[in-house]
Nanobody, 121 residues
Framework: HVQLVESGGGSVQAGGSLRLSCSTA????????MAWFRQVPGQEREGVAA????????YYADSVKGRFTISHDNAKKTAYLQMNTLKPEDTATYYC???????????????WGQGTQVTVS
């Protein structure tokens, strides 16, 4: 079982930046597709970004393209989501996920973190 631990959420003004981190607790991030989802109460979990095994490819939701960057550092066993030019509509709980491949649907990811709140005002 892969335990994922997110950090880096918080409150920021519109136009600001945050970097979310997701530690894989000892597992190699290169062995998984690492993804970030976000969820607002009452809405479905939405895919934000994903980076394939070995970082060959990265995928972004249209709403964050050009503003968010997903990456990972295998030596630190950590995936990141750099979020720039944040907007109030980015406010959500952000979840890190790991899967054997990159999927569109959240239900296809096997491992999840506990979530971290991002609030943009």
């Amino acid at each position: 079982h892969v335990q994922l631990v997110e950090s880096g959420g918080g409150s920021v003004q519109a136009g600001g930046s945050l970097r979310l981190s997701c530690s894989t607790a000892g597992y190699s991030v290169s062995d998984f597709c690492m993804a970030w989802f976000r969820q607002v109460p009452g809405q479905e979990r939405e895919g934000v970004a994903a980076i394939s095994r070995g970082a060959a490819s990265a995928y972004y939701a249209d709403s964050v393209k050009g503003r968010f960057t997903i990456s990972h550092d295998n030596a630190k066993k950590t995936a990141y989501l750099q979020m720039n030019t944040l907007k109030p509509e980015d406010t959500a709980t952000y979840y890190c996920a790991a899967g054997w491949d990159c999927y569109v649907n959240a239900r296809d990811y096997k491992f999840w973190g506990q979530g971290t709140q991002v609030t943009v005002s």
